[in-house]
């Protein structure tokens, strides 16, 4: 087996099991994270596990960064070549939306963790950064204060998602409530 095919196989193994976790979150809320359980689910020996991630709380970080990495690429997507301003500022909250209904497990877990020292601080600094991303939008729709109202967007959309996370849906109210905040 040469290095590059050992490589693809130690991710495809990582990825197996983040998706595990992530069907197991959504099923059973943080308490069906276990490592015995995503080791079940996702087919391999428990040794496997911590060859990926030193232990669970490393494991439940891992996944919040990878859904993360989705909401970047979600957002790229969604506002490629679109000058700074509401309409590329909505288009990235819901590309947010979206991918936090896409991953309730991922969502469910980041919620209960929240004031878990283990994860809170990466995860701050990670929901930070997207924050800081709509300050540029908001500096060119003219307001003041662009950075608190950069952060009030970030928690009004994460609300949004919370919402959505308990109907297991899109809520097109509260949607066109945010689009109509931004005066799109």
Known sequence: MTEGTRAAAALRTREALLDAGAALAEEHGLAGVSVNMVVTRAGVAKGTFYVHFKDRAE????MHARFHTRVGAAVAEAVAELP???ERLHRSLEAYLDVSLANRGVKALSLETR???ATRDSMEARRERLTAAGVTDVKAMGWDDAEAAAQLLAAMTREISVLEFDAGRRLPAPRRALKRFLGV
Do not use: L
């Not at 494991?59 to 891992?62: G, Y």
């Open 115 to 117: 004031s878990d020292p």
């Open 59 to 62: 494991f439940v970080d891992a």
């Open 84 to 86: 700074p301003g509401a």
